[in-house]
Every structure is written in structure tokens, then in C-alpha cells.
């Protein structure tokens, strides 16, 4: 089978929350985490097939979700898991919001590493939880966790640490040994580890993805994983998300806490996530290949082509995190947008200094970017 990503497809006056930032304005648009690519052909069909039969009423998951989503997790990740553990939701980031309200009481702490995707910053607050951030370090030219700077954040009302895994927006792929290292002074220090996993399936260095609450029945235990196929199959306006959360008091508190307030998914959301998972993998697999020349073409260019800027390889996701502070720019977002390119601003992840790039495109698209880029910073 064939997959044409080269495709352009016009998404402006199509409601896209990403084009339309810049209606009537020449900006290539690189900011917000979808894509630029039709979802696979299997999930137009089942949303045509629930379109068709006409009637909308309240949705549960189709039977056969289960069985799908628990084979995939043993072939992808190794990870048996009990169909009894599946929450369904609406999204990652009410779950993030559930997460910070169902531990401990208002005035607690939320630990998160930074930079990070705004919502890990704004859960907590939003939630009357004090916000403890902890900066990632780099070592070997690669971000990772503090580990002794989060022991000394920890605190005697810290609950909950929000992790992203991989890790949005540096783009790391974790190895076990680093996991294992922030999940189990979590467990030591009875902190409940809720691990984002959204990019779970978007590894682009050939290595797998190990889900932290694989790690050890301990470490499941006290581990709250957040997943969808949205970012993969590029479906994340169909909102279909859930948690996987095997500690039997985790998921009570976790359920109570989003009692009537959080929605379940659609019918539309299941009825894609189930032919996304089912029948996606050929179109998943091509997307890789395509994703990773993208990459390799934005590492080059920014890192080669474009004195002022580095980035570091982008193991996992379609995001590159670009330093910008060799050119001591006031507002590198604003700077890159006056030249056509709408970039997300590193400040809003406590990243100044710093913009993510989504390569999630056409590479026709992607390049047009780059070379807008590129002649801006040639004219500083
Ligand atoms: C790490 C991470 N979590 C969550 C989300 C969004 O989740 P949702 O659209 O399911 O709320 C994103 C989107 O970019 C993300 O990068």
C-alpha cells in the first residue's frame, strides 16, 4: 500500500484552530500539535459508515475496542493490561486537570519537569495546587530529568507528578533506566506518577516506546497512563482519549473526581479510534518513514543552514525545540511570524528563548517554512 503525504491539502476556511490563527495573513502555520495529513483512509470510511446510519445518540466504546486496544498494547509495548483498568475521556488534558484535583486537598503540590506543555503548567493552578517545576538538564547533548533537583523539590504535600512521555516539546524518547529513576522515588515518596504518553506511538529513532507503567507492578500500581490514538492518526479534533490506571483506589478517585463534569467520547471519536487502531498500522508505518525525513531535513537545515540556531535529534514526535538564543532576539515567536512562520512561543512551556517547530506537513510546506526562516535571520 501507498501513502501520499506530499499531498497539500487547503485547510484554511475549514474552522482548523491552526489556520485559522492567521486568516488573510501570508503565515505558514507550524505552531499548534496536528497535521497537516488526511487521517487514514480506514478511519474516513468508519466515520462514513456512522454518518450514514443517521442516528447520533449516547455512545458507548464498540465491543470490539477492548480486545483491539489490549492486543495492540501487548504487541506494541509488551504491556498486558486488564480491560478493567481502560477510563475512557474526552482528551489528555482534562485528565491532566482530573489528575491534579484527585490527590490530596487545595494547597498541595504538583510536581512537573520544564519546559513543558502549557497545560502541565496551568492543570495545577486551575486545580488550587501549588505548580513545583523543575527544570530538565541536558547531558550528553540531550535533555533529561533532574533527578536530585526533583528528590529537592519534593515536599511533604507533593501528590502528584505530571510526566510526558515521550516528551513534548524536546522531542526525548526516554530510556527505562530514566524512567525507572523519577517513577520510583515517586513511589518512595507516595507521589502518584501520571504519565502522558499522547506521542507514545510517534518514535521516529527506530526504538520502542516503554510505557513508565510498565516498568514494574509497582510501579503500575501507583501509575496513572494517559493515551489516544489522536496525535498518531492525526484524529485529535474527534476527541477520544483514556487512562489506563490498574491501582483499583487510583481509578476510583480518579473516576469520582471527573463524576459529571467530564464528557465521554463521541460516537464519531470511538468509531475512529477503533478503525485507527484496527486497521491504521500501514498508514502509521509510512507516516514514520515520512516524518523522519522531515526531521532529518529540519535538524539539517536549522543546525547547518541557519547560524544562530540548534536544535537537538528529535527521537519521538513531529515537534522540534529550537534555541534561539545565540541571536538575542526580544520575542523569537513574533520575530518568526513577521517573517511567515507561525511557531509556538518557548516562553509559554518556560522555554524563553526557545520555539517548537511542527514538522507534521507536507514537505513542500515544511520547506517553504525553513526557507522563510532561514532569509529572516539572513537579514539580521
Ligand atoms: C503532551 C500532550 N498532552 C496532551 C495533548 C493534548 O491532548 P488532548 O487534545 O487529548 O486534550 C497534547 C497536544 O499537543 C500533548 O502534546
Excluded at 58 to 69: I, R
Excluded at 80 to 91: E, N, R
Excluded at 200 to 215: V, Y
Excluded at 253 to 271: L, S
Aim: hydrophobic residues 40%; proline residues 8%; charged residues 25%.
Amino acid at each position: 500500500m501507498s501513502f501520499d503525504f506530499d499531498i497539500i491539502i487547503e485547510r484554511r476556511g475549514t474552522d482548523s484552530l491552526k489556520w485559522g490563527r492567521y486568516r488573510g495573513r501570508d503565515i505558514v502555520p507550524m505552531w499548534v500539535a496536528d497535521m497537516d495529513f488526511r487521517a487514514p483512509e480506514p478511519v474516513i470510511e468508519a466515520l462514513h459508515r456512522r454518518v450514514d446510519h443517521g442516528v447520533f445518540g449516547y455512545a458507548g466504546p464498540p465491543a470490539e475496542l477492548k480486545d483491539v486496544l489490549i492486543t495492540r498494547m501487548a504487541q506494541m509495548y509488551g504491556w498486558t493490561i486488564d480491560p478493567a483498568w481502560i477510563v475512557w475521556l474526552p482528551g489528555l488534558v482534562p485528565a491532566l486537570n482530573v489528575v491534579c484535583r484527585a490527590f490530596g486537598d487545595e494547597g498541595d503540590d504538583v510536581l512537573t519537569f520544564t519546559p513543558a506543555y502549557p497545560p502541565f503548567l496551568a492543570a495545577p493552578p486551575l486545580s488550587h495546587r501549588t505548580l513545583k517545576t523543575v527544570p530538565l538538564i541536558r547531558e550528553n547533548e540531550r535533555f533529561t530529568f533532574d533527578i536530585e533537583r526533583l528528590e529537592r523539590e519534593i515536599s511533604p504535600r507533593s501528590r502528584v507528578l505530571l510526566l510526558c512521555s515521550p516528551y513534548n516539546p524536546v522531542g526525548r524518547r526516554f530510556d527505562p533506566d530514566e524512567l525507572r529513576r523519577a517513577a520510583e522515588l515517586c513511589l518512595e515518596r507516595n507521589i502518584v506518577v501520571c504519565s502522558d504518553e499522547i506521542h507514545c506511538d510517534l518514535i521516529l529513532d527506530g526504538h520502542d516506546h516503554i510505557p513508565t507503567a510498565s516498568l514494574s507492578p509497582e510501579i503500575a500500581a501507583n501509575t496513572i497512563t494517559l493515551m489516544a490514538p489522536s496525535k498518531t492518526f492525526n484524529v485529535p479534533g474527534l476527541n477520544c482519549a483514556f487512562a489506563v490506571i490498574p491501582n483499583d483506589e487510583l481509578r476510583h478517585r480518579f473516576k469520582r473526581t471527573r463524576e459529571g463534569i467530564v464528557p465521554f467520547p463521541n460516537a464519531m471519536g470511538y468509531a475512529a479510534c477503533l478503525a485507527a487502531y484496527r486497521d491504521g498500522e500501514p498508514w502509521r508505518a509510512a507516516l514514520i518513514e515520512y516524518l523522519r525525513a522531515n526531521k532529518d531535513l529540519v535538524h539539517r537545515v536549522i543546525n547547518d543552514e541557519i547560524p544562530g540556531l540548534t536544535m537537538d535529534d528529535v527521537q519521538a514526535t513531529y515537534l522540534a525545540w529550537i534555541d534561539t538564543r545565540a541571536l538575542n532576539l526580544p520575542n523569537p515567536m513574533r520575530f518568526f511570524e513577521e517573517a511567515g512562520v507561525g511557531l509556538s512561543n518557548g516562553k509559554d512551556f518556560q522555554g524563553p528563548g526557545y520555539v517548537r517547530l511542527n514538522f507534521g506537513c507536507p514537505r513542500q510546506t515544511l520547506l517553504e517554512g525553513l526557507e522563510r526562516m532561514k532569509s529572516a535571520v539572513a537579514r539580521l
